[in-house]
């Protein structure tokens, strides 16, 4: 294993942890805008009005892409895997 294997499996991996993270990241944040946009309109500062919505979104958005994450962690492992069986 040289640099290069090395680098593209990291390349790899951070690229995974972004694609897998995207959907529950956005949907934290859209709703994050939406409750601060909601606040800033009604005055309204309460503080845990900001984090209850966030985690049912977060909850729901990971229950409904469970498979997709699952496949792109699949399919990293078998990659890592196929490189690990032929020696890289």
């Known amino acids: 294993m040289n640099e290069v294997d090395a680098l593209d ?38 503080v845990t009005l900001t984090f209850i919505p966030k985690i049912i979104a977060v909850l729901v958005v990971s229950a409904l892409t469970a498979t997709f994450v699952g496949q792109q962690i699949l399919a990293f492992t078998e990659e890592v895997y196929g490189r690990i069986g032929t020696g890289f």
């Not at 959907?23 to 601060?36: D, E, K, N, S, T």
């Open 9 to 46: 499996v990291v390349q790899s991996a951070i690229w995974t942890i972004i694609i897998a993270s995207g959907p529950a990241v956005v949907a934290a944040m859209a709703v994050g805008i939406a409750i601060a946009l909601f606040q800033a309109l009604t005055q309204i500062q309460e």
